[in-house]
């Protein structure tokens, strides 16, 4: 099957798996390819050097607009929400999701000792931390700003989330391919379910500054994907 932009195409296999996605120039020239690595969860990068950003993002979007919706992580970063020393609820962000904000939850005070005498910034990716009565206020006030952003989107949401490393990057030699390095990740996650997430998260953050109570977060726990 082919798609076409400005007269470069696009093509893959249908009884191809995992498929391999190829961009070729007008005059028929290999420009570039990508492969989903499904073991990894991730699109593999192998382009010409020279050829354009814009060219090879193309390909990318085009690839994740046919790559299965299963090929999303599962994984989830758990929240416990505490009043008076006793739970009251558990909220999840997705990991996918929460990589994508993590720069603006590193603006959280938070606490990982009892011992600690002021809060650090930031909630570590992997845990565990305790968020009091200081940063809860900004928790939900970011949370709600990403729900607003989120909400503008389509099903099922897509950004960059992370980097994958160019498998042809050649440390020695790095002028050899025009990418090098790391590349954006690209993903997609079930708007639904990330509002959904979103929207129980504030309500508890909300339950808790009204009972002078505390969040716990755990880490990050292996899960199911949320489908759309």
């Known amino acids: 099957m082919a798609e076409k932009k400005r007269g470069y195409s696009v093509t893959y296999d249908d009884t191809e798996f995992p498929k391999t ?13 990508v492969t989903y690595d499904a ?22 979007e085009h690839a994740l607009s046919i790559t299965p919706a299963e090929y999303t992580y599962g994984d989830k970063h758990v929240f416990e929400f505490y009043s008076h020393n006793e739970l009251i609820g558990q909220g999840v962000i997705q990991d996918l999701v929460f990589a994508h904000i993590k720069s603006t939850l590193d603006w959280i005070p938070t606490w990982t000792s009892q011992s600690s005498k002021k809060p650090n910034l930031g909630i570590p990716y992997f845990g565990p931390c305790q968020i009091r009565e200081d940063g809860l206020e900004k928790f939900s006030q970011i949370l709600t700003s990403w729900k607003t952003i989120f909400e503008q989107g389509p099903e099922p949401l897509a950004f960059c989330s992370g980097y994958n490393v160019n498998q042809d990057f050649d440390e020695d030699e790095p002028e050899k391919s025009y990418w090098s390095g790391a590349l954006p990740k690209m993903v997609r996650v079930s708007k639904q ?6 929207n129980q998260l504030i309500e508890f953050i909300h339950k808790t500054i009204s009972s002078n109570g505390y969040i716990e977060y755990i880490g990050i726990r292996e899960g199911e994907p949320d489908m759309w």
């Open 39 to 60: 073991q990894e969860d991730a699109l593999l990068l192998h382009a010409q050097p020279g050829v354009h950003a814009s060219l090879v993002y193309h390909l990318i």
């Open 193 to 198: 379910a990330t509002l959904q997430n979103l």
């Open 21 to 33: 996605f190829r961009l070729q120039a007008p005059q028929g020239t290999h420009l570039a390819e």
